[in-house]
């Protein structure tokens, strides 16, 4: 163990700064407001901070360390090109406070996205400005809520969402303001359809449902659904973390969806980050632009006086505020970083953008198909079934290893443990929660086939593994099974110094 | 790998998919490119921008022009922190959560506090955070239900933030007054007493650092929540909100780590004592032990959050800005405290010599003259701020802020900004500028 607070070298010397410009004598900081003592901050030198943190990196996996199944993550690869663009001068050292006239390929580029989400999604206009998944839906609601108010609905206070959906779905809506009515799913995952017209009424603001749902499962009653809400006059919301399934095939658009959010870092290969940044634009359909957070891009012809540059022979790009936009959920114009990379992920594809999705599906399709046959192979077939027994799925599935839980006392967060040990990040366990020791896999396009038959195999190797190894696994990762419970109850948030 | 499954064609994975809601065809987008293409397009549309680096610049108001040493865009680049997804596997993701739980402590030890997240969006989404917390933790004994006072410089873009995150929750923002001078008028902050919160900056959105601010815990008491929101670099001379009684702190980390991006992606600072712990928003690294007894990291209170709470969670953020946080943890690193003092010295130096220099125009004013101030400060012009702005632009100056964008009765003052990438000829030639260009003006506007 090495923690930063162990390195205490000579003031100064992690990096050189310039003396200030002006003396420091002339700086008037009054009395009661001078800080008396410094941060008990480590110092470390340039070789020491580079240390520590590729020693911390080695305890950490990522993409890049192997094979990333995380269900409902789309863990694909991060291109590199991403990167180097997204360092570029003309992204990185841009204050969003510069006049439009100085960013003019800046807005080029978010003009081309907005148009370009809007087309994979059949949305009438986009906004860039949230910047997660989660703030994407909260934005999406409050531009639901503020239709209503417009329309004199003060009634509609209600938001249903099915027990399968994504934690954020019925948070966001409740951060907005909202009542959550949950409706159970079907034993196969699928929305349940009575269900759902028992509860719709007047009092309706608006469905949040994901397509292909949680399960990995293409809903096929989905416009049926979308009428039943439509018809007492509630929106439509579609959480886009499973877009990656469906891009180029359907749209949220046609199936009848209001509005939709994108996880960039999801389906346009932001890279995660430990947890972020991500970035969430939303989708609208005409009737709600006017609500959308402001601005957003929109270009017109050039005129002359334009002060023209190399991103804008034709047009002049600016900000437009909408006229009953909801206001801004964050402060500038959203992770405008993740923007461009997803900008540079969707360059590599253009219209091809469907074959983004095609593979992603077949590799979850065929990485199922495999698990089930070597399993059937080795005679552990038993000891698992589908999520939700279903011909084809589209980018994910789920396992349910209730019976292996039974027979041999071993659940699903064992099997993911001993996953951990063969070198590969486990799957989503215990989500959705109506699947019993559920398991949720997802390949990604950008895997090959041999890497989806070595997890095969060894999937089902491990299911075979001996109960004992398995509840003590992992033993080859940096550190074995973290007590979670004592960390609840012995909170240690920070660095304990000892005075 | 189709025929392995017995399929013929890729359209049979797709079957379910009712005909009905099928797209046909391409989609109408422009063709693929090669990576070679897409580097050239990129060069040219982000080169035709003007990166500030290109151009003597004084814009801030709020986001800063700091240097970010080399070895922290070297290290960003591990793919092992780059490629992966929030730490819900420990066993092997040791890496990120030592690091979120020393960014972390790193963040305590700078605003005086005892708990930190491990960082939201950005500063306007933490101080509107703050105030939602505020309200769940102190509304049971508040005689004014549901109210929360924030200072009335708050930008309007920060403030409709705010407004976003709180008109859910029921929350009455009400608006503390500041004198003339810039200062917190400490009347109005009476009439607070009794509500679930205060939000106030420091510095404040003009650049003052208002020393009445010590004062204010004592005032409007203990079940009342002292938010303030900070520069953090600031901190580095500038007492620590935590040991002058606030009870939440909150900020824009951005200086500290990151460049500016055009605004995003940022990292928000949030901060606070052991009291809002249970309530506050966010993920938290915390230090445990594995199955041998060894020290190990994990996330810990996740029943706050939505993937376990689902509706009643603190709040429904799940994607946070970890990578940049961890960008903002090499920074403070390799900074140390003296470090830190010397880059806050180096702001405020600039600040100061442009303050110096700037009044001995005698054609325009600084409103705040006798103040002290970090990052920037208001000119007062003699004619109108946009006026001002473009001329400086036709001059190659990017000049600062046009604060009619945030209040707009002052149709005359602009922000201008300095940061420890300020140089003393810059300031000059703003000054040269300034000089030339409010000498041809008559005076417009009344001061």
Redesign the interface.
Known sequence: ?S???E?N?A?????S????????E???????????N???????S?PE??R???W??????????GF?P?GS?T?K???R?N?????????????????EH?????L??FHEMQE?LG??AGMDAVTLQP?????G??TAI?CFQEYFKLRGEHQRTKVIVPDSA???N?????????E?IEIPSQSDGRIDIEALRAVVGEDTAAMMITNPNTLG??E?D??EAAEIVHQVGGQMYYDGANFNA?L????PG??GFDAVHYNL?KTFSQ????????S?PIGVKSHLAEFLPGPVVRRRPVLSGDKL????HDWWFHWYEPVNS?????????????V?RSW?FY????????TMS?HA???A??LR??IFELAKEKGVDHLFCDGAP???VKHEFTLSLAALKKERGVGAMDI??GL?DRGY??P?VY?PLIVPECMMIEPTETES?EVLDDFAECFVDILNEDPEVLV?A?IT????????V???R??????PFED | ??E??GLSS?D???????E????QG????????S?E???S??????????????RV?F?G???N?N?V?A?V???I????????????????????L?????F???I???VGL???N??L?????AAAEAITCAVRVNNRKASQKNTVYISQLV?P??L??I???S????ITIKLLSHNLDGTLNLESLSEAAGSCGIYIEQPNPLGI?D?GL?GIKEVIGPNTAFIVGVAPTS??????PG?YGADIVVGEGQALGS???????LYGIFSCTKAY?RQMPG??????????G????????STR?????????T??????????A?MG??H????????????A??N???C??AK?KLGQIPTIGIPHLSF?HYNEFVVELPGFAADC?DYL?SQGL?GG?DLSQWYPERKNWILVSFS?Q???AE?ELLAAHLAVWSTSKKPELNA
Request: with cysteine.
């Open positions: 163990m923690y930063m607070f390195h070298g003031p100064g010397k992690g990096y700064q310039p003396a200030p410009i002006y003396p420091t002339k700086l008037n900081i009054p009395q009661g407001l001078v800080r008396k410094l941060p008990k901050w480590p110092r470390l340039e901070m580079v520590h943190f590729t911390m990196s080695t305890r950490n996996f990522g993409i890049d360390t990333y995380l993550c863990m690869h991060n291109p090109i990167e180097v663009i997204a360092q570029l001068p003309g992204i990185a050292d841009i204050h969003p406070l510069q006049p100085q960013i003019q390929g800046l080029a580029i370009m087309v994979c910047v997660a998944g989660a703030q839906e909260f409050r994504h934690g954020t019925p948070a966001s809506a409740t951060m907005a303001g909202f959550i499962v293409f096929p989905i416009t469906i180029g095939r359907t749209s046609l199936m870092h890279p995660h980050g430990g947890g972020g940044p991500g969430g540059t190399n991103a804008n909801i206001g801004k959920v964050q402060q500038w114009h959203g992770n405008s970083g993740a461009i540079a360059r590599r594809y253009g219209n091809g953008l469907k095609e599906v077949l590799n399709n065929y198909h495999r279903t011909d084809v993911a443990k951990l990040m486990a989503t989500f086939k003590n992992p990762t940096p550190v074995r099974r973290v007590d979670e004592y960390a609840a012995n909170l240690c948030l920070s660095h | 790998m189709l392995a499954m890729i049979d994975l797709f079957a379910d998919v009712p009905s809601v099928r797209l391409d989609l109408p987008l422009r063709g693929p490119q990576e293409e897409i580097i397009d990129a060069r040219m549309l982000l080169g035709s921008n003007v990166a500030l680096g290109e610049n814009l108001a709020g986001l022009r240097y040493p070895s865009f070297q290290m680049n591990r793919g092992e922190f780059l490629t992966a997804y929030t730490p819900y596997q420990p066993e092997v993701s040791q890496g990120i030592q690091a979120m739980w020393e972390q402590t790193l305590c030890q700078l005892e708990v930190s491990l960082s969006y950005d500063g306007s989404t930008p873009d920060r409709s933030v407004q976003n995150y008109q859910g929750a029921d650092l020393s010590t901190l580095g001379l500038v007492e620590a040991n460049p500016i991006t055009y605004g995003g992606p712990l993920r938290l690294a915390g230090r445990s032990v594995d199955v041998d060894k020290e190990a990291f994990c996330l810990t209170l959050e939505q993937h376990i709470r689902r509706h009643r969670a709040s429904n953020i799940c994607t946070n800005q970890t990578l940049i961890l943890a090499m403070m690193s390799l900074l140390g405290p003296e470090g830190l003092q010397l880059l010295q180096r405020m130096a600039a100061q010599m110096d002290c702005l632009d990017v802020f420890d300020t140089q003393a300031i």
